[in-house]
């Protein structure tokens, strides 16, 4: 089983939509997430960071559910903007263990 | 800001060449990371670095060695290129220690191709 596993996508939806991801990790113990976005060509950059109790940027929401070990972005009122690739990342254990990244979910926000 | 330099945006390299990849971070963060990434295959951890002189391997860390001479600067080396590690390289790096703390900054990236 994958560490961490993401739809591939690609989401296309149009300008306003309302779009979900939802990626799922293996390892209970993992203490830490995220949603890094990567715009094609370009290197990943973190979106957002997720906690237990959910949190919000914007018009980006970030939900973690530990108890069915997923994680959800939630990205309201659609720009063309936000056409990138989505990754979902996981820390296995705290401190100094690398970051495990799920293979993205790639949406296409159209006009 | 953080920033995370990679000395090559693209390399055009001979099979057999050895071929060093350089980064440099000016933030001051214990930890590096060298990553490629393909098409359908997502992000791969090739080695890491958490001080000067250490080194860990990651998960396909074959055909490739690291150096971490300094602080700020940790070296990606293919001894001997051959055409399966073209591919985008990416570094990145982090504080030490604490969840809030292993937030990963990337390069650019480094778009290499073996010939």
């Known amino acids: 089983r994958k560490e961490v596993e993401q739809d591939p996508g690609p989401f296309n939806v149009p300008e306003g939509a309302t779009v979900a991801f939802n990626c799922t990790y293996s390892?209970?113990?993992?203490?830490?997430f995220f949603w890094y976005r990567q715009d094609c060509r370009k290197e990943p950059k973190l979106l957002m960071s997720?906690?237990?109790s959910g949190n919000e940027d914007g018009r980006f929401t970030a939900q973690l559910n530990r108890a069915s070990q997923y994680i959800s972005l939630l990205i309201r009122d659609s720009k063309l903007s936000d056409s990138a690739t989505y990754l979902c990342?996981?820390?296995?254990?705290?401190?100094?263990?690398?970051?495990?990244f799920g293979k993205g979910t790639r949406l296409s926000v159209i006009a | 800001d953080v920033k995370v330099t990679q000395s090559s945006r693209y390399l055009v390299k001979r099979t057999g060449e050895k071929v060093f990849l350089e980064c440099v971070q000016d933030?001051?963060?214990?930890?590096m990371f060298w990553y490629r990434q393909d098409p359908g295959l997502g992000l791969r951890l090739i080695y890491f670095?958490?001080?000067?002189?250490?080194?860990e391997k990651g998960d396909i860390p074959e055909g490739y060695s690291v150096s971490r001479e300094k602080k700020e600067r940790f070296s990606l080396i293919l001894e001997s290129a051959s055409t399966n590690q073209t591919s985008m390289y990416l570094c990145?790096?982090?504080?030490?220690?604490?969840?809030?703390?292993?937030?990963?900054?990337f390069g650019a990236g480094t778009r290499l191709s073996v010939l």
């Open positions: 990342v996981v820390n296995l254990i705290s401190g100094n263990t690398p970051l495990v």
């Open positions: 933030m001051d963060h214990e930890n």
């Open positions: 390892n209970s113990a993992s203490q830490s």
């Open positions: 990145a790096s982090s504080l030490r220690g604490g969840v809030a703390k292993n937030i990963q900054y």
């Open positions: 670095s958490y001080d000067v002189k250490m080194k």
């Open positions: 997720v906690y237990s």
